[in-house]
């Protein structure tokens, strides 16, 4: 029965990704009919008018592809890892880290490529991922660190704090440089339309890792989730696990945010959604929220599209928008777990 539901959840999703795909190539300011992109897949020629529109709609759709699967997967990752139901990407301040050092490079280095940008957006997530570890790593009157004492809840309250200071830092670099508030306050929305292949290329690789590494830690992750103790009994190096399980949402967060700014609720909303349909088993959970992940973003960024017509909302909007009241319901209803 458990499997048969997991399967109908796989079939919905995919053809909710066809769906979804089809809807980012042909909705914006300018629709293309339905006909037209048939024709395009066909191999056939369209009107010359369309045809600059859809080579930039299918940049954007790949990017939300890409952009979504990595935060439905970092969501789950960083839910698993902390035992924490309301967990994303940003529970480790991996969001604000890469912002505070875009923004940094932005007012004293002058930065304003693609490849810039992911450079210090990347530096600045493992830096304040691994600042966050090291807070929650430390036992005062216990020899220093301890990799052990790295609970869930430590974790959390540890991200919280690096998070709102490096959102103090942002304001504070930002506030008396006009110009910087300029750019940064664009990308700092975040959205899929500014993308590049370029920049795609750039990540790829980084996403790939993030991709690879999640998977493998598969069978670690679904031990660690039934508990420390537990998982250190079957053999299973907790600490090592944990900060495995933290590198790939790195990897996979900062690589996105670099390319697309930081979108947030995706990586809380997807690993819930799974849950309900497909259990804790995190075989299914993991590809299914990079699946789900990616139907969330382009549908998200549709709407943003159709609702902002001339213009449009910005993906970052239109997923926090829907996120917010989610969130609430889930803090009503979970129980964080303990470490």
Same mark, same amino acid.
């Given at each position: 029965?458990?499997?048969?539901?997991?399967?109908?959840?796989?079939?919905?999703?995919?053809?909710?990704?066809?769906?979804?795909?089809?809807?980012?190539?042909?909705?914006?300011?300018?629709?293309?009919?339905?006909?037209?992109?048939?024709? +395009?897949?066909?191999?056939?020629?369209?009107?010359?008018?369309?045809?600059?529109?859809?080579?930039?709609?299918?940049?954007?759709?790949?990017?939300?592809?890409?952009?979504?699967?990595?935060?439905?997967?970092?969501?789950?990752?960083?839910?698993?890892?902390?035992?924490?139901?309301?967990?994303?990407?940003?529970?480790?301040?991996?969001?604000?880290?890469?912002?505070?050092?875009?923004? +940094?490079?932005?007012?004293?280095?002058?930065?304003? /490529? /693609?490849?810039?940008?992911?450079?210090?957006?990347?530096?600045?997530?493992?830096?304040?991922?691994?600042?966050?570890?090291?807070?929650?790593?430390?036992?005062?009157?216990?020899?220093?660190?301890?990799?052990?004492?790295?609970?869930?809840?430590?974790?959390?309250?540890?991200?919280?704090?690096?998070?709102?200071?490096?959102?103090?830092?942002?304001?504070?670099?930002?506030?008396?440089?006009?110009?910087?508030?300029?750019?940064?306050?664009?990308?700092?929305?975040?959205?899929?339309?500014?993308?590049?292949?370029?920049?795609?290329?750039?990540?790829?690789?980084?996403?790939?890792?993030?991709?690879?590494?999640?998977?493998?830690?598969?069978?670690?992750?679904?031990?660690?989730?039934?508990?420390?103790?537990?998982?250190?009994?079957?053999?299973?190096?907790?600490?090592?696990?944990?900060?495995?399980?933290?590198?790939?949402?790195?990897?996979?967060?900062?690589? /996105?945010?670099?390319?697309?700014?930081?979108?947030?609720?995706?990586?809380?909303?997807?690993?819930?959604?799974?849950?309900?349909?497909?259990?804790?088993?995190?075989?299914?959970?993991?590809?299914?929220?990079?699946?789900?992940?990616?139907?969330?973003?382009?549908?998200?960024?549709?709407?943003?599209?159709?609702?902002?017509?001339?213009?449009?909302?910005?993906?970052?909007?239109?997923?926090?928008?829907?996120?917010?009241?989610?969130?609430?319901?889930?803090?009503?209803?979970?129980?964080?777990?303990?470490?």
């Amino acid at each position: 029965m458990k499997r048969s539901k997991t399967f109908l959840f796989l079939i919905s999703s995919l053809l909710l990704l066809g769906i979804a795909v089809l809807l980012s190539l042909a909705v914006g300011a300018r629709n293309i009919p339905l006909s037209d992109l048939i024709a +395009t897949m066909r191999g056939e020629e369209i009107d010359a008018l369309y045809l600059p529109i859809l080579q930039k709609r299918v940049l954007r759709t790949v990017l939300g592809l890409l952009v979504g699967s990595s935060l439905g997967i970092a969501g789950c990752l960083m839910q698993t890892i902390t035992r924490n139901p309301i967990a994303d990407p940003s529970i480790l301040g991996v969001n604000t880290g890469a912002s505070f050092f875009v923004v +940094t490079g932005i007012a004293f280095f002058n930065i304003h /490529t /693609t490849a810039q940008y992911i450079v210090f957006a990347l530096a600045g997530a493992t830096l304040t991922a691994l600042l966050v570890f090291g807070i929650a790593s430390f036992v005062p009157g216990a020899g220093g660190f301890r990799t052990g004492s790295a609970n869930p809840i430590r974790l959390a309250l540890s991200g919280a704090a690096v998070s709102t200071a490096c959102s103090s830092l942002i304001s504070t670099v930002m506030l008396p440089r006009t110009n910087v508030m300029q750019v940064f306050r664009f990308w700092q929305t975040g959205s899929i339309g500014g993308g590049t292949w370029e920049g795609i290329r750039m990540v790829l690789p980084f996403l790939l890792a993030g991709w690879i590494l999640a998977i493998l830690l598969i069978p670690s992750l679904n031990i660690l989730a039934l508990g420390d103790d537990i998982a250190m009994g079957l053999g299973v190096n907790v600490p090592r696990t944990r900060a495995l399980g933290a590198a790939a949402g790195v990897l996979l967060c900062g690589a /996105t945010t670099a390319v697309a700014g930081p979108i947030g609720f995706v990586g809380l909303m997807v690993p819930h959604l799974v849950r309900i349909f497909c259990g804790n088993d995190l075989k299914y959970q993991v590809p299914l929220s990079a699946l789900d992940g990616a139907v969330l973003l382009l549908l998200a960024d549709v709407a943003g599209r159709y609702l902002g017509r001339p213009g449009e909302l910005e993906v970052g909007i239109v997923t926090a928008f829907i996120g917010a009241p989610l969130f609430i319901i889930i803090v009503r209803k979970v129980k964080v777990g303990k470490g």
